[in-house]
């Protein structure tokens, strides 16, 4: 107990500047045995500490003290302890016991969902990611555990905030993986399915060296938005793809690669009986609410179809093109794409007449000049990051190996440049 | 030498003399120039850089002295004085191409004036009652923004009690004709010697356009400090020079309709997506070698290649 007391001295005192911080940190890290021994009765002493000001020293305490079960009256008081924490502590001292914010972190995470209250957790999370992260741009741990949270709790557009900001490092690639995939999901919910897409395809992407269940579920996903998205899936994944993933995410996909080729025909007819034969493996992969949203999807397609060809249709015409049953569905559909912008047209209901138009965008407004402009802004930083990291990988000892040894060894008349063996 | 000139008399001087200077110059320096050696000690000092001479001609209206054209003229160094016979055969063939031009004086080039300058100066006294003598500074100064041209002019001025011929400044200004300044722009743009493929002639004129607009740019800025600083009660307050500003400001924009705007807009939309498709690729250029290296890099199973060669 006199330690515990010392050690209070020791953190109330050593927690105004930078050289205190880095000496109390040293000394924090060596009791930490001996903090995790005293865990039950830590919670006194973590009232006479200020957790706005010796952030550090209350983290120590408090995750020595969270490491010991959570009794069952207590999660809500432990709840509440927590999120006062992280809305008060200060960011440089916690980055400096990274690792411990984490697992406090997860712990009340969950808690939080083990009392089915995630919507209590989605803002303390996001703060923790705010403090935790050293700049916009860098992935933490927290960050999928938060899309979690925004996920169970349905709150999809706090979720959004975070995922508007491009990110250019990361702590662990399973963070990555996990990242994407519930950023997809939000995305999802909140039918940007562009955005969806991009995140997905992040994830069936990435490079990893073994197959690894995230990715195939990603890449089911991906698959059905895709099919929204864009009215078409190709199997052919980009060449950055690693290896592994190209030869057998398909494997795992069968049923989602016929539905996108019975979509590909066009035909309602074809798509819902696809869709029915392999009802039970998309309920069992959660992913038939996203079929549903396929199949209502293929309506969509074939009427943009024919605003390719004709320039005006009666509306029972585009019925029985798009195997509608009344020309009211078909009012109701071609309305619906008016509203969301996907087709520029008009309905004359006297005639029950459909006129389409071109796109009225004329590229002179002064905001398309300032939408350029700052498309131009984010490439130009885009391609400097792009550059260094070029530089990066061109003197990595693992790719100046690999390239030494392709080369064609019987030239001597060649000046070599790479010597054929590094010896490192 | 006295300071300024108080004949009254306006000088106007043309490129094309300046240019004939120069050139003269050039010419004599490069011919007269031993080729570089370098088992020079290199302790030697330079040659002296020639002294070049010649006579300008031009039209005298009045009170303006307007200054065309000149030619050159053979230096007798060891009498310090112009060849006569030459000046006056050339004086004849000027005077059939150009009826109206009369010499009004004589060049060299130089940092300074000289003693022997004066010498040359009353020899041709007797052509033209008072010549001008036009100074070229070859020495190439890149903190100078002037020309390094000087125009002098002679007066008789009394110094200790005897009146003596000296010489006097007198400014000028440059007028130009328009086959003058297609000339001059040509020169000063200097193209790469090579012809430069499209690359180079569009970085050169992109460039020239970018310092065009840096000069713009802060000019305004130090008359928008000046305005500022007007405005604080810094600097009293002068009307003619916020006339001058206003009828400024008032020449921009150019046109001012509907149609315009959108026509202008319109371009100006299609260079920036030129600019950001340009961008793209280069991006995905880049991306493409990142890629493939990362691919030989990191991936297992990527193709072994390595063919070996038949022997």
Same mark, same amino acid.
């Given at each position: 107990?006199?330690?515990?007391?010392?050690?209070?001295?020791?953190?109330?005192?050593?927690?105004?500047?930078?050289?205190?911080?880095?000496?109390?940190?040293?000394?924090?890290?060596?009791?930490?045995?001996?903090?995790?021994?005293?865990?039950?009765?830590?919670?006194?002493?973590? #009232?006479?500490?200020?957790?706005?000001?010796?952030?550090?020293?209350?983290?120590?305490?408090?995750?020595?003290?969270?490491?010991?079960?959570?009794?069952?009256?207590?999660?809500?008081?432990?709840?509440?302890?927590?999120?006062?924490?992280?809305?008060?502590?200060?960011?440089?001292?916690?980055?400096?016991?990274?690792?411990?914010?984490?697992?406090?972190?997860?712990?009340?995470?969950?808690?939080?969902?083990?009392?089915?209250?995630?919507?209590?957790?989605?803002?303390?999370?996001?703060?923790?990611?705010?403090?935790?992260?050293?700049?916009?741009? /860098?992935?933490?741990?927290?960050? *999928?555990?938060?899309?979690?949270?925004?996920?169970?709790?349905?709150?999809?557009?706090?979720?959004?905030?975070?995922?508007?900001?491009?990110?250019?490092?990361?702590?662990?690639?399973?963070?990555?993986?996990?990242?994407?995939?519930?950023? #997809?999901?939000?995305?999802?919910?909140?039918?940007?399915?562009?955005?969806?897409?991009?995140?997905?395809?992040?994830?069936?992407?990435?490079?990893?060296?073994?197959? $690894?269940?995230?990715?195939?579920?990603?890449?089911?996903?991906?698959?059905?938005?895709?099919?929204?998205? $864009?009215?078409?899936?190709?199997?052919?994944?980009?060449?950055?793809?690693?290896?592994?993933?190209?030869?057998?995410?398909?494997?795992?996909?069968?049923?989602?690669?016929?539905?996108?080729?019975?979509?590909?025909?066009?035909?309602?007819?074809?798509?819902?009986?696809?869709?029915?034969?392999?009802?039970?493996?998309?309920?069992?992969? $959660?992913?038939?609410?996203?079929?549903?949203?396929?199949?209502?999807?293929?309506?969509?397609?074939?009427?943009?179809?024919?605003?390719?060809?004709?320039?005006?249709?009666?509306?029972?015409?585009?019925?029985?093109?798009?195997?509608?049953?009344?020309?009211?569905?078909?009012?109701?559909?071609?309305?619906?794409?008016?509203?969301?912008?996907?087709?520029?047209?008009?309905?004359?209901?006297?005639?029950?007449?459909?006129? =389409? /138009?071109?796109?009225?965008?004329?590229?002179?407004?002064?905001?398309?000049?300032?939408?350029?402009?700052?498309?131009?802004?984010?490439?130009?930083?885009?391609?400097?990051?792009?550059?260094?990291?070029?530089?990066?990988?061109?003197?990595?000892?693992?790719?100046?190996?690999?390239?030494?040894?392709?080369?064609?060894?019987?030239?001597?008349?060649?000046?070599?440049?790479?010597?054929?063996?590094? $010896?490192? | 030498?006295?300071?300024?000139?108080?004949?009254?008399?306006?000088?106007?001087?043309?490129?094309?003399?300046?240019?004939?200077?120069?050139?003269?110059?050039?010419?004599?320096?490069?011919?007269?120039?031993?080729?570089?050696?370098?088992?020079?000690?290199?302790?030697? *000092?330079?040659?002296?850089?020639?002294?070049?001479?010649?006579?300008?001609?031009?039209?005298?209206?009045?009170?303006?002295?307007?200054?065309?054209?000149?030619?050159?003229?053979?230096?007798?160094?060891?009498?310090?004085?112009?060849?006569?016979?030459?000046?006056?055969?050339?004086?004849?063939?000027?005077?059939?191409?150009?009826?109206? =031009?009369?010499?009004?004086?004589?060049?060299?080039?130089?940092?300074?004036?000289?003693?022997?300058?004066?010498?040359? /100066?009353?020899?041709?006294?007797?052509?033209?009652?008072?010549?001008?003598?036009?100074?070229?500074?070859?020495?190439?100064?890149?903190?100078?923004?002037?020309? *390094?041209?000087?125009?002098?002019?002679?007066?008789?001025?009394?110094?200790?009690?005897?009146?003596?011929?000296?010489?006097?400044?007198?400014?000028?200004?440059?007028?130009?004709?328009?086959?003058?300044?297609?000339?001059?722009?040509?020169?000063?743009?200097?193209? *790469?010697?090579?012809?430069?493929?499209?690359?180079?002639?569009?970085?050169?004129?992109?460039?020239?356009?970018?310092?065009?607009?840096?000069?713009?740019?802060?000019?305004?800025?130090?008359?928008?400090?000046?305005?500022?600083?007007?405005?604080?009660?810094?600097?009293?307050?002068?009307?003619?020079?916020?006339?001058?500003?206003?009828?400024?400001?008032?020449?921009?924009?150019?046109?001012?309709?509907?149609?315009?705007?959108?026509?202008?807009?319109?371009?100006?939309?299609?260079?920036?997506?030129?600019?950001?498709?340009?961008?793209?690729?280069?991006?995905?250029?880049?991306?493409?070698?990142?890629?493939?290296?990362?691919?030989?890099?990191?991936?297992?199973?990527?193709?072994?290649?390595?063919?070996?060669? =038949?022997?």
């Amino acid at each position: 107990m006199e330690s515990m007391e010392a050690l209070i001295t020791q953190i109330q005192g050593l927690s105004g500047s930078v050289e205190d911080i880095s000496h109390l940190h040293n000394l924090l890290k060596l009791t930490e045995e001996s903090l995790q021994s005293e865990a039950p009765r830590l919670a006194s002493f973590l #009232g006479q500490l200020d957790p706005a000001k010796q952030s550090l020293g209350y983290l120590y305490i408090l995750e020595a003290y969270t490491s010991a079960p959570i009794s069952r009256e207590q999660p809500s008081e432990f709840i509440m302890s927590v999120s006062t924490f992280i809305n008060s502590c200060l960011a440089e001292q916690i980055r400096l016991a990274a690792d411990k914010f984490v697992s406090v972190c997860k712990r009340f995470k969950d808690q939080v969902v083990l009392l089915q209250e995630p919507l209590r957790g989605v803002a303390p999370m996001r703060t923790a990611v705010q403090k935790l992260r050293s700049s916009s741009e /860098h992935l933490t741990a927290l960050h *999928p555990d938060f899309l979690l949270l925004c996920l169970l709790a349905k709150s999809y557009k706090t979720g959004l905030g975070i995922l508007k900001e491009d990110i250019f490092e990361i702590d662990q690639p399973r963070d990555f993986f996990l990242y994407c995939y519930y950023g #997809g999901m939000i995305c999802i919910g909140q039918k940007h399915f562009c955005k969806a897409r991009e995140l997905l395809r992040n994830v069936v992407t990435a490079p990893m060296s073994t197959i $690894n269940a995230i990715a195939i579920e990603a890449y089911k996903k991906y698959c059905l938005v895709s099919l929204i998205d $864009n009215g078409q899936f190709s199997t052919a994944l980009p060449k950055y793809t690693s290896s592994v993933a190209q030869r057998s995410l398909k494997n795992f996909c069968q049923p989602y690669i016929d539905l996108a080729n019975s979509y590909s025909s066009g035909k309602i007819s074809e798509l819902e009986s696809c869709v029915e034969t392999n009802k039970e493996k998309f309920e069992s992969d $959660n992913n038939l609410g996203l079929v549903k949203q396929v199949v209502s999807s293929l309506y969509k397609r074939n009427i943009q179809r024919l605003t390719l060809t004709y320039l005006t249709l009666s509306l029972q015409d585009i019925a029985n093109t798009v195997q509608l049953n009344t020309p009211k569905e078909a009012e109701m559909h071609v309305l619906r794409m008016i509203q969301d912008g996907e087709i520029f047209a008009t309905i004359n209901q006297k005639d029950e007449m459909v006129s =389409f /138009h071109e796109d009225p965008e004329q590229y002179k407004t002064c905001e398309m000049i300032e939408h350029i402009d700052s498309s131009i802004q984010r490439i130009m930083s885009l391609s400097k990051k792009l550059s260094a990291v070029d530089e990066l990988i061109s003197y990595d000892p693992a790719y100046l190996a690999k390239a030494g040894k392709e080369r064609q060894r019987f030239d001597f008349d060649d000046f070599d440049t790479v010597p054929q063996k590094f $010896n490192l | 030498m006295a300071s300024s000139s108080s004949s009254g008399l306006t000088f106007k001087l043309h490129p094309l003399v300046i240019v004939n200077i120069s050139d003269h110059y050039t010419r004599v320096k490069s011919q007269a120039q031993p080729p570089h050696g370098s088992s020079n000690g290199g302790s030697s *000092p330079p040659p002296q850089p020639p002294r070049v001479f010649g006579c300008v001609i031009g039209i005298q209206r009045g009170r303006t002295v307007e200054i065309f054209n000149s030619f050159e003229l053979l230096y007798d160094p060891s009498t310090e004085s112009l060849d006569r016979s030459f000046l006056e055969k050339k004086q004849e063939l000027y005077k059939k191409v150009f009826p109206n =031009f009369y010499i009004l004086g004589w060049y060299s080039t130089g940092s300074d004036v000289q003693e022997s300058d004066m010498h040359i /100066h009353k020899a041709l006294m007797d052509i033209n009652e008072s010549p001008v003598y036009v100074i070229l500074n070859p020495a190439i100064n890149h903190s100078q923004k002037d020309l *390094p041209v000087t125009i002098y002019e002679s007066e008789l001025h009394v110094i200790d009690g005897i009146p003596q011929l000296i010489f006097v400044r007198s400014s000028y200004t440059i007028e130009t004709v328009e086959a003058e300044r297609i000339s001059v722009d040509h020169v000063a743009h200097l193209k *790469p010697s090579d012809g430069g493929s499209a690359a180079t002639q569009l970085a050169a004129h992109l460039t020239g356009i970018h310092s065009a607009i840096k000069m713009l740019n802060s000019r305004i800025r130090v008359l928008h400090n000046y305005l500022l600083s007007m405005q604080r009660g810094d600097i009293p307050m002068e009307d003619s020079l916020l006339r001058q500003v206003s009828s400024l400001l008032r020449r921009l924009p150019a046109i001012e309709s509907g149609k315009f705007q959108d026509d202008f807009q319109m371009e100006y939309n299609d260079t920036l997506l030129i600019t950001y498709l340009a961008m793209l690729t280069n991006c995905s250029s880049t991306m493409n070698e990142l890629v493939d290296k990362f691919n030989t890099a990191y991936d297992r199973h990527s193709r072994r290649g390595g063919r070996t060669a =038949f022997i």
